[in-house]
């Protein structure tokens, strides 16, 4: 873990401590709450609504901690489930001696 309880490195490096959560993270174009970033859209239009009108985006000064997140994000995930090569040899050893017979196996001094 990172100081100050930041475990990202890209966003711990770009936080600025004189700054808010919402001010440090809506500057690295991230926000803290998803319902307002991305909002319902609502089935009612009110009569008086004029279509003209669009909220302002905020300005993103630290694009580059954005990127990095997408970037990272979009690397494959290495696969941590691999068997060790003694388990490997073990099984292989088993298979090759006792073929299908799982009792015998189970009572093989190698399995314990």
Same mark, same amino acid.
């Given at each position: 873990?990172?100081?100050?309880?930041?475990?990202? =490195?890209?966003?711990?490096?770009?936080?600025?401590?004189?700054? =808010?959560?919402?001010?440090?993270?809506?500057?690295?174009?991230?926000?803290?709450?998803?319902?307002?970033?991305?909002?319902?859209?609502?089935?009612?239009?009110?009569?008086?609504?004029?279509?003209?009108?669009?909220?302002?985006?905020?300005?993103?000064?630290?694009?580059?901690?954005?990127?990095?997140?997408?970037?990272?994000? =979009?690397?494959?995930?290495?696969?941590?489930?691999?068997? =060790?090569?003694?388990?490997?040899?073990?099984?292989?050893?088993?298979?090759?001696?006792?073929?299908?017979?799982?009792?015998?196996?189970?009572?093989?001094?190698?399995?314990?």
């Amino acid at each position: 873990m990172l100081h100050g309880g930041i475990q990202c =490195s890209h966003i711990h490096y770009a936080w600025d401590q004189t700054k =808010s959560v919402r001010q440090n993270l809506a500057e690295m174009g991230l926000t803290m709450d998803p319902n307002r970033a991305v909002p319902l859209i609502k089935r009612k239009v009110k009569a008086m609504e004029v279509d003209g009108e669009e909220r302002l985006k905020e300005l993103v000064w630290k694009p580059y901690v954005l990127n990095d997140l997408e970037g990272e994000a =979009s690397l494959p995930e290495k696969k941590g489930n691999m068997l =060790s090569r003694d388990l490997i040899n073990c099984v292989c050893y088993m298979v090759e001696n006792h073929g299908e017979d799982y009792k015998a196996m189970a009572l093989e001094e190698k399995n314990y």
